[in-house]
Nanobody, 122 residues
Framework: QVQLVESGGGLVQPGGSLRLSCAASRNVFGFNPMGWYRQAPGKQRELVAA???????NYADSVKGRFTISRDNAKYTVDLQMNSLKPEDTAVYYC????????????????WGQGTQVTVSS
């Protein structure tokens, strides 16, 4: 069974922190690079952080120095520590397979979890 379950979102003031967690099924996590994506209202989904099976990380310029991605290969989990949050970080956050590997298709459509809402506002 394919499964991605994101959690940890919420409402936080600018400058605050949140830690997101993602529990993936083994057939998604596998040996794939994993990433955290986000989608703000009216915008396309974007990849903000990625991590390989060996722990090599990559970040979008907009979050570099503020976000830290990590993974536990034994538990099939991926976390995202978000510090110094800004209003422009407000979005629904999703985890999934990261490039260059491809996202799982089910019925010809990309499989995504429900995501977790992050709102940064005073």
């Amino acid at each position: 069974q394919v499964q991605l379950v994101e959690s940890g979102g919420g409402l936080v003031q600018p400058g605050g922190s949140l830690r997101l967690s993602c529990a993936a099924s083994r057939n998604v996590f596998g040996f794939n690079p994993m990433g955290w994506y986000r989608q703000a209202p009216g915008k396309q989904r974007e990849l903000v952080a990625a991590i390989t099976i060996w722990g090599k990380t990559n970040y979008a310029d907009s979050v570099k120095g503020r976000f830290t991605i990590s993974r536990d290969n034994a538990k099939y989990t991926v976390d995202l520590q978000m510090n110094s949050l800004k209003p422009e970080d407000t979005a629904v956050y999703y985890c999934n397979v990261a490039p260059p590997n491809t996202i799982v298709l089910i019925g010809g459509r990309e499989y995504w979890g429900q995501g977790t809402q992050v709102t940064v506002s005073s």
